[in-house]
């Protein structure tokens, strides 16, 4: 099985207007096949910087980064990503924006618009397929972003803060639409969230981010079998209240 | 105080009331009768002599005059192919190099600088060069729109090209999208209301830039009508055709603004 991230000492700078800014301290991170990876931390600590990395777009400064081995050196079909803002191309309809990831396959037609239709039925919105993005609400816009980014069956699935503009009854549908269609394809999630309920409910590990420059600085593992519920698992609430107390220590002083 | 305030505002519904029973598409036509009515006012007053300020019936019948003895037909068709000419060479090039100056660092640390210093020049101050380039033929003309045209469509399109969102190319690469895909599919497309709101203007270009240079050397069009409208102190036929490229103008932006809004459909206001 593939999808197998592994960072080492990773460390990423930028260029700021007054000298060099560490976005990301030395940090190692392994991401096993097929696991569900949360990465919480305030915002501006790094954890995009480090999605980023790993999804190509974002060069090392120094420390490896590899995926299934190989350093991983620009994006690549093999990481697939789901971006907050949804990145729906406007002028494609729902079908198109799914077909757009597929070409790559050179399939012939019919079988390019079938898999594609799959992909949406995955998500239920096969009705929705020739609407244009702007007549799509944010929550159906970000399945037809998870039916793209599935459809070509990638290892590795990187989704930024992909929630977070949504609505909590979205959410928690989105939720367990995510850990179905995951759980059937089986590919490597790293998932950034800055609301410790969803990272708890969804994932298999999650990573605790300091304040910039970021670190990784717990971690914890979740056994619990899915569909969870905060209430179903007393132990994810101490977990919640530890978590809280690590990304806001002058509150939990106060 | 407040008094004032609820009269004006009762003053705005009421207008805003009359205006409704008009009706969206009426609202120009309201306009215009307002002003006809004004110009009619002051024809039938007799302040000024016709030669300087003809009044609306002189106008008509200059018109109906004109288009009687055909040279209205044969200057609104010579005009409207230069118009067309210039602007399609104009607007082929623009969006050409436009696209080039966005995307190749070469080329845009080639051109961009060296457009942009011709941005300012107006279209009237090239007729002599283009004269003494290319004649007083139709050459000129082609050349003075069409150098117009082409700076307008150049620079929007190089600015839409500039304002592509990252995360479109991120989506693309990380999609596996080739180089060739990306340019086609994405970049092109995310620029394509910046392109077209250059061609949108590129076109009124072309209207402006006609005239002057029809009202320099040219023995035929409406900018020559004008000219010669001058030399025989026909103000009549000056409104005339004033009126005429007005509305030909507005009525082709209209048309290219439709056949914007259903080719970046996407783009909502």
Known sequence: MKGDVSARQLCIRFDGRDGPVTALAPTDLDLKPGTFTALIGPSGCGKSTLMNAIGGFVPPSSGSLTLDGDPITGPSEKVGVIFQQYALFPWFTALDNVQFGLKRLRLSRAEETDRAMAALEEVGLTAHKDKYPQALSGGMKQRVAIARTFAFGPEVLLMDEPFGALDAQTRLIMHSLLIRVWQKHKATVLFVTHDVDEALLLADHVHVMSAAPGRLIRQYDLPQARPRTMRGAPELLDIREEIIGLLHPAAMSA | ?269
Not at chain 2, 110 to 126: K, M
Not at chain 2, 140 to 150: L, N, Q, R
Not at chain 2, 200 to 214: I, K, P, T, Y
Not at chain 2, 230 to 248: A, K, N, P
Request: glycine content about 12%; aromatic content about 10%; charged content about 10%.
């Open chain 2, 1 to 269: 105080m407040a008094l004032n305030e609820t009269q004006i505002r009762t003053g705005g519904r009421s207008f805003g009331q009359m205006m409704t029973g008009v009706g969206s598409a009426g609202k120009p036509l309201v306009s215009f009768g307002f002003v006809l009515v004004i110009w009619t006012a002051v024809g039938l007053s007799g302040w000024f002599p016709e030669s300087i300020f003809p009044a609306p019936w002189s106008v008509w019948s200059a018109t109906v005059e004109m288009a009687q003895s055909g040279v209205l037909w044969r200057d609104l068709s010579v005009s409207l192919s230069r118009a067309a000419v210039g602007f399609s060479i104009g607007a082929t090039l623009g969006v050409g190099i436009g696209l080039m100056t966005g995307r190749v660092a070469l080329v845009r640390t080639l051109l961009h600088p060296f457009l942009n210093l011709l941005r300012p020049i107006p279209a009237i101050a090239l007729v002599p060069v283009a004269i003494v380039w290319f004649g007083i033929g139709e050459g000129s003309k082609y050349f003075v729109i069409s150098y117009t045209v082409f700076l307008a469509v150049w620079f929007n399109t190089h600015h839409g090209m500039q304002y592509v969102p990252e995360t479109y190319l991120r989506a693309a690469r990380s999609l596996g999208a080739s180089k060739v895909r990306e340019f086609a599919q994405v970049v092109v497309p995310a620029a394509a209301p910046h392109i077209f709101a250059g061609i949108r203007l590129g076109v009124a270009l072309a209207f402006l830039s006609l005239v002057a240079a029809e009202l320099s050397g040219a023995s035929s069009g409406l900018g020559f009508r004008l000219q010669e409208a001058r030399q025989f102190i026909r103000t009549d036929r000056m409104f005339s055709l004033l009126i005429i490229l007005g509305l030909l103008g507005a009525t082709i932006d209209m048309i290219v603004h439709r056949i914007g809004q259903r080719l970046v459909h996407w783009e909502q206001g």
